[in-house]
């Protein structure tokens, strides 16, 4: 069953042993010490639903994005007690939304006109990550990635007859075509959205780990470099014996061959390896409004959709259809017969 906030936050936050006062506009949480940790070491928080009414440190806006939210989610998934909740009763005045939509996404080679917007309420899908950096030492954090899925042609009424399969699934990273063969291509956004928010984590340590592979290389080939030199020096003798000479020869092969090994090592060793699961997808159904245009290109006519999140009060930004990515610009592509970003054109 979907939950409305309110309900959600009070039986999450109650059953981790917090106190919850509900009220009409916002709630106040009060967190043990033992957990306050989760939650920025934050011991009282006030959510409010307007982003205008927060103010102070202890204030927080109650919106998907929002890392404490972000931790309540993967608490309750964690126990059990999570599976997809409804954000009700947001203000959904917009003003002019043509003119807000047209300030903020532009349409270079088409032209767009308004035609109408209706209420609607909107799902998107919560993918939770596992990311596990394996290389001398073991490394995980949990990564949340949003994505609305109305643009992708799937609706509320499809997931509140199927969401239950595919909650709480664990499942990996490259086995999830079974389990979500209905969401397939938001999966493959949030995946691509994913690898694209850990990548500056990877890189700080990738250099790193070189920083420390060139100290111990450098460190090893001087020992070996030592022990090589004195060997030789004594192959260098005058009137050496044959076995004398054979035993030598055998130890500096032993040095090389060793040094050999060590740099191989060493190397294996300071090697980075990303593991992905993916530990869970949840949903949150809130309401949003959906403006229609009509899409000009020459004589060809198409429908062209974007989103106002009340939430969010803002204009969001449609998915190339080539990249899956989000652009400011759209274009029609005449090849794919889609829209599409400047890049993918």
Not at 79 to 101: M, R, V, W
Request: hydrophobic share 35%; glycine share 2%.
């Amino acid at each position: 069953m979907r939950h409305d906030i309110n309900l959600f936050c009070r039986n999450v936050f109650e059953s981790i042993g917090c106190l919850v006062d509900l009220k009409q506009d916002y709630f106040d949480v009060i967190i043990p010490d033992e957990i306050k940790g989760q939650f920025e070491d934050k011991d009282y928080i006030k959510f409010f639903y307007n982003k205008e009414n927060v103010k102070g440190e202890r204030s927080e806006f109650l919106h998907i994005g929002n890392p404490l939210i972000s931790s309540l989610i993967n608490i309750a998934q964690n126990k059990g007690k999570f599976t997809c909740f409804s954000l009700e009763g947001l203000p959904t005045t917009t003003g002019n939304l043509q003119e807000k939509i047209l300030r903020k996404i532009s349409f270079p080679n088409i032209k767009a006109i308004f035609k109408t917007q209706i209420l609607t309420n909107s799902a998107t899908a919560l993918f939770n990550f596992k990311i596990t950096y394996l290389h001398e030492d073991k490394f995980e954090e949990i990564k949340t990635i949003a994505i609305n899925l109305e643009p992708l042609g799937l609706n509320e009424k499809f997931f509140t007859s199927n969401y239950s399969l595919y909650i709480s699934e664990k499942c990996d990273f490259l086995s999830m075509k079974d389990y979500t063969k209905n969401i397939q291509r938001a999966y493959e956004i949030a995946c691509k959205d994913l690898i694209k928010k850990q990548e500056l984590t990877t890189e700080k340590m990738k250099l790193e780990l070189q920083k420390k592979l060139k100290r111990e290389m450098e460190r090893i080939k001087e020992y070996y470099k030592e022990n090589s030199e004195e060997v030789t020096k004594k192959l260098g003798r005058i009137g050496i014996q044959d076995k004398s000479r054979e035993r030598l020869n055998k130890k500096l092969e032993v040095l090389r061959l060793e040094e050999k090994t060590k740099i191989l090592d060493l190397e294996e060793k300071y090697k980075l390896r990303n593991l992905f699961k993916l530990l869970s997808i949840a949903l949150v159904f809130q309401p949003k409004i959906r403006a229609h245009f009509d899409a000009l290109y020459k004589d060809k006519r198409l429908e062209l959709i974007v989103f106002w999140d009340p939430l969010l009060k803002d204009v969001e930004l449609p998915y190339c259809y080539a990249c899956n990515k989000q652009t400011k610009s759209l274009y029609y592509s005449k090849n794919l017969d889609k829209f599409t970003c400047k890049e993918c054109l």
